[in-house]
């Protein structure tokens, strides 16, 4: 079964651990990214206590150019009951510390159903989406271009975010996201620094920053109320927080998750960190180690 919750630092502690290990994070990410090969890092997702997903995650920034890759797979219990997949890939631009992303594209299938978002960026923050099946088919009503424009897709916002974490500005951000169907605010708000303890199921033991992320929604959704995926409610006005555990593990990146923690209508979720490359080479603020048999 997944480990309980991380717990809080106690004061000393807390102030040598991140005394010791925190130099990676504060490097300027500009300098510190100019010439790092890509990162790529795996997890595992756990609902109400059974495997449910595997995950593969890519990062490369080089120079001004960032690029991120993610696909999940069902897996365990629930990938013998259906299978489901999705991949993801978002590239753009760093100008002048924000994110400008270029494009972003989403292919998934349910039983064999393809479901396909592509997003692209003009100069002015505008966005052409093409969107199949059509968001009519979903029940529900196109996002108003009016809406969409000056938004991130949800991979550049989670990076906006491991960037200010990386840079110490801490986890207190609304970024406006469009994912070609939904328009919503992800919502970060700092918890602070808390200890991983060690676990069979993750690679990363160590002190990590805490964020809490909630989902404000502003466009797109369902008129009715379908049933909720098995790691999420139907109704994004009652879905619970979600938090995330960041740390810096990989050589030459900021922090990346290495544990979240959430609620679903089919129980907890928890996902842990299985694998990084390449692994950072300071680390004393993780012990990067294999999984316990």
Not at 126 to 141: G, I, M, N, Q
Not at 197 to 218: H, L
Not at 253 to 262: G, S, W
Request: proline fraction near 11%; charged fraction near 20%; aromatic fraction near 6%.
């Amino acid at each position: 079964m997944p480990q309980p919750s991380p717990r809080r630092l106690p004061n000393p502690a807390r102030a040598a651990l991140m005394a010791a290990g925190l130099s990676l994070a504060l490097l300027p990410l500009a300098t510190a990214m100019a010439s790092a090969e890509p990162v790529k890092a795996t997890y595992r997702v756990f609902v109400g206590g059974i495997t449910a997903l595997d995950v593969e995650a890519m990062l490369e920034v080089t120079g001004d150019r960032y690029r991120i890759e993610v696909s999940a797979v069902t897996g365990g219990t629930i990938g013998r009951l259906f299978s489901w997949r999705t991949d993801s890939l978002t590239d753009g631009y760093v100008r002048g510390g924000d994110l400008r992303p270029a494009n972003h594209h989403q292919t998934s299938q349910l039983r064999g159903e393809p479901r396909n978002v592509t997003l692209t960026y003009g100069p002015q923050g505008d966005v052409a989406a093409s969107v199949s099946p059509p968001p009519e088919k979903d029940d529900r009503e196109p996002v108003p271009p009016a809406l969409q424009r000056g938004t991130l897709d949800p991979l550049s916002a989670v990076l906006d975010l491991l960037f200010a974490v990386g840079a110490s500005q801490g986890c207190d951000r609304s970024l406006p996201v469009f994912d070609g169907r939904r328009r919503y605010d992800m919502v970060f708000s700092e918890v602070g620094r808390r200890i991983v303890d060690p676990s069979r199921y993750s690679v990363f033991a160590g002190v990590a920053q805490q964020c809490r992320v909630t989902y404000k929604p502003v466009a797109g959704y369902a008129r009715s109320s379908p049933a909720g995926r098995f790691w999420q409610r139907s109704d994004p006005a009652d879905r619970p927080p979600v938090d995330l555990w960041l740390a810096p593990v990989a050589a030459g990146y900021p922090p990346l998750p290495v544990r979240l923690e959430t609620d679903s209508d089919f129980g907890s979720v928890v996902v842990h960190l299985t694998a990084v490359t390449p692994p950072a080479a300071d680390r004393q603020i993780g012990a990067m180690r294999p999984p316990a048999r």
